[in-house]
């Protein structure tokens, strides 16, 4: 008998010794779970007891050579894949998780590859059970139900599919807030080991001061700058001149209203500026003189923050403590929506409220003293 059982799952023996399996939720009956333990059918016959909907199979269509035939999982996948909008990040991001779960064969009694069966036979049920493939790495099973339910309501929008097998299939909680956010010994422990005239000390500079994403920070450069005359006396209209840099973010770059950002170029930024070598547009160049691919820019800034000794850091880390120190000093939650290239206020009033949080936390607390200095040690 296994030391441990998922979920809800309650092991007995029965007058001949044999091991039975049943699913139990608090106020119903037990159910039967007939199929061998721990194997696919089992875990797929456990994701319909919770659902509480009868056992049953996704099977496959008439087996043919082609890998896309039209209506199949797989060819609903490149179809929106290939006419989606979706920025090139998100596109790579989406096909290597549809691809994964196209490769599942567990829904199929001969072994058929998801990807040949038909897309439109795939029910609730069978997503549970995709999602508890992944059960051990909650978000990655909650990347499926996303990724599931976004192709699906495409497909929809389509005519393709008539419903969407992954709406209302619950995501699991998952104790992980995403990248690190860096500390601010952290950040100052990346500058004291890469400093100015450095390239890793450029490309901080570049995440810290524009809060671009690293897709965005590879290909900035000179072609994003300008000069814009600011006035500073209204009375006698004298203005200064400001420069300034204006990116619409890659992931909006197939939106129908993509929201570029536009903001002044702090003097850090300035003074790393100049250091970038000259001659090419994007600042961030390899040793061959060409700009970093997306991944090939991640892949160094995760070499340079482990000679820092911050193997726990990333590019995206950097992003997140620019949003808590914005916010920390006062930034709304639509700066921030302008700031970062978001779209979902949602996202900007997590750090206002977490630093509102905070800053009533640290006056609040004097509210714990009392006048008569009531539990306090004599002295």
């Not at 004298?238 to 993509?258: G, M, Q, V, Y």
Request: proline content about 5%.
């Amino acid at each position: 008998m296994p030391a441990k059982h998922p979920k809800g799952v309650v092991a007995d023996k029965d007058r001949h010794g044999n091991l039975r399996y049943y699913y139990r939720k608090a106020g119903q009956p037990k159910i039967r779970l007939r199929q061998p333990f721990d194997t696919d059918e089992f875990h797929q016959e456990l994701a319909c007891a919770r659902l509480g909907i009868p056992y049953s199979r996704l099977e496959a269509a008439p087996e043919r050579k082609e890998a896309k035939r039209k209506g199949s999982f797989g060819w609903l996948v490149e179809e929106y894949l290939r006419r989606a909008q979706l920025a090139r990040s998100t596109r790579n991001q989406k096909r290597r998780v549809l691809n994964s779960i196209a490769d599942e064969t567990c829904l199929s009694q001969s072994g058929t590859p998801l990807r040949h069966m038909s897309a439109a036979g795939l029910q609730k049920s069978h997503v549970s059970l995709l999602r508890d493939l992944k059960r051990d790495t909650p978000e990655a099973a909650n990347h499926r139900i996303k990724a599931l339910s976004a192709l699906f309501q495409w497909a929809i929008e389509e005519e393709l599919v008539t419903h969407n097998p992954a709406d209302r299939v619950r995501k699991f909680k998952s104790s992980s807030t995403g990248h690190h956010t860096l500390t601010d010994d952290e950040l100052q422990r990346f500058v004291d080991h890469h400093p100015l005239g450095t390239k890793a000390y450029l490309a901080y500079c570049i995440f810290r001061y524009t809060g671009l994403r690293v897709s965005d920070a590879a290909v900035f450069g000179r072609q994003h700058l300008y000069w814009r005359d600011i006035v500073v006396d209204k009375a006698s209209g004298s203005a200064e001149r400001i420069r300034f840099f204006r990116i619409t973010p890659a992931k909006d770059t197939n939106s129908e209203e993509p929201v570029p950002i536009d903001m002044p170029v702090l003097p850090p930024l300035e003074e790393a500026l100049a250091t970038a070598e000259s001659g090419t547009l994007a600042f961030l160049v390899t040793e061959f003189g060409k700009p970093f691919s997306t991944k090939g820019l991640g892949n160094r800034m995760r070499k340079w923050f482990d000679e820092a000794g911050l193997p726990h850091c990333s590019s995206h880390g950097i992003r997140k403590a620019d949003a808590v120190i914005a916010a920390e000093n006062g930034a709304t939650a639509n700066e921030l929506l302008s700031m970062f290239g978001w779209t979902n206020i949602r996202q900007a009033q997590r750090y206002t409220r977490a630093a509102n949080r905070r800053k009533l936390a640290e006056t609040g607390s004097e509210r714990l003293l009392t006048a008569k200095k009531v539990g306090h040690a004599k002295t």
